[in-house]
């Protein structure tokens, strides 16, 4: 017993002395913070343990050495930012705005942060007028890059207008602009359908719309955008940057095949009644069957080659060819001889009878269930090569 008592007592020290140096951890976190220059980040370490602590010392005296010198560099960063030429010389102006409020918020947000740092400063009108000279200044780059007519400037307005538009939401005509520069962004695709008889027409043309449908899902942060050459023509898309060229070289749907297979089946230890010198009794039997298993299966499959080609000058720039395949099986039986050698398996085979089979147009879709997926990851690999 005092074996176990004295083990139970190491093992609190040691939870003790454990939870002592978590704490110490915590607490010397933001002084440590502090001494590498990690002045905002100190700020909210400090104030987070005041907060559960209000009497830390360490924390009271690393809270307000940090908050001043945090203001501090983040007016430093701002004053230097504005004297440069950098593209994104506002980003870091409404950044460091942010982290002052956000430093302001936590203050007041602790009783005792307020104690020692009674009027924590607060920058939003200087933030609200930065984000508005950072959405013209922004608007101001789209509008001259979009002007340059290529398509690499395209995306660079794009991606201006959107910043701006991130900054005041709807400044200007800046929704109309960024339609604008996407437009003139992105390669304008005119996907082929591919050519079929008209039996298969149908199946085809389900095909080629989920194709679409899912190619522009899947490239919707690319720049590309698939059409029809209906959709192309109706979107004033008179010379495309690209055709996508489908082609079936090879498929076929419903070839038949059929598998027969008899085979004795065998069960032992099956009761039978019999009369044995005037009455009867229980004997056992091995019973017997000829099962016979029908299979039919249509088999149907296909090539689809993809070419990728540039408009101007018919160059084809990509190329591959994919299969697909399907099986529908139908499966069937009978049997003659006992039906107590068979298994509830075999008998349900048996009382079951040759499945219709499926139309051909459905037998098509099925075989390019495969095709269709390799597909549309193949183009979304060729295009991010575009971005």
Known sequence: MKTKNRYICLRLKDLWLFAVIIAMTSCSSASKLYNKGKYDQAVSKAVAKLRSSPNHAESQRTLTQAYPMAIDMALRDINNALQGNNVTKYDVVINRYEQMNRLARE????????????????????LQQTKEIAAQHYYNLGV??????????????????IQANNYVNGYRDVIAKIDEALFAAILHVVVESPPMPDRYQVSADFFFSNLITEMNKTNERAYARF??????????????DHYILLDFIDFT??????????????????????????????AYTTAKANLTTFRRELISAGKLRVRVMEAANERVIEQRTF???????????????????????????TNQEAALPPPNQDLFIEFTKPIYSQVVTYIRNVYRKFQ
């Open 107 to 126: 203050i007041y947000a602790c009783p005792k942060a307020v104690e020692l740092v009674p009027a924590p400063r607060e920058f939003h009108a200087e």
């Open 144 to 161: 001259k890059a979009l002007n340059e007519r290529n398509v690499q400037q395209a995306r660079m307005a794009h991606q201006y207008f």
């Open 227 to 240: 059409y029809t050459p209906d959709e192309a023509q109706n979107a004033g898309i008179n010379m495309p």
């Open 253 to 282: 749907v419903g070839n038949v095949r059929e598998s027969k297979n008899t085979q004795e089946v065998k069960r032992d230890s099956v009761p039978i009644t019999v009369e044995i010198g005037g009455r009867q009794t229980i």
């Open 323 to 349: 299969d697909g395949s399907y099986t529908w099986v139908s499966v069937w039986g009978s049997f003659t001889g006992d039906d107590r050698a068979l298994s509830a398996a075999q008998k349900r085979l």
